[in-house]
């Protein structure tokens, strides 16, 4: 019998990469979005969220979320949509984020939630239904789109959480959390 340490690393190996493929999908603005299910920490309903002044308008303020500051951006004002008004199915993504090399927080992980208009499933997105981003112009940031995947004949864009939120983003997210 293998050692039970190769067992757990073979069973976590095929869990990352049955979860690969996994995207969270949500609404924002009428339009499909996904993050990769290996992002998502856990998804809440809109809880109380407390401004913190001086921050720019997409981040909405903290939470405390089982005794943990964390801060909450509104991703529809991040991904240049329309300010929405809340409604009854409005909830909160909580994502986990490596910061990168460029930041002060570089390698760590960062936990910060994100308001979304609905969530719809955990849906399966195989490689071979993703294509790249279309070219949108010399003025659109198409940065933090991973790829359009295609579902039962819709396109779901594609998030790369990461990029969405730039270096300094993140450090204002940060600074908000206290």
Known sequence: MPPLAHTAAAV????????????????LAAERFAIPILKIQEIIGLLDITPVPRMPDWLRGVINLRGRVIPVIDLRLKLGL?????????????????????????????ILGAVVDLV????????????????????????????????????????DIEKALSTADLGAAQAASG
């Open 82 to 110: 329309p300010r929405g008004i809340d409604g009854k199915r409005s909830c909160i993504v909580v994502v986990q984020m490596t910061a990168t090399a460029s930041s002060a927080t570089a390698g760590q992980t960062l």
């Open 12 to 27: 976590r190996a095929r869990t990352t990469r049955s979860a690969a493929d996994k995207y969270l999908a949500f609404t």
């Open 120 to 159: 719809n499933e955990v849906q399966n997105i195989p490689a071979t239904d993703i294509e790249p981003a279309p070219a949108m112009g010399t003025g659109i940031d198409s940065a933090c789109i991973v790829g359009m995947g295609k579902v039962g004949g819709k396109v779901v864009v594609l998030l």
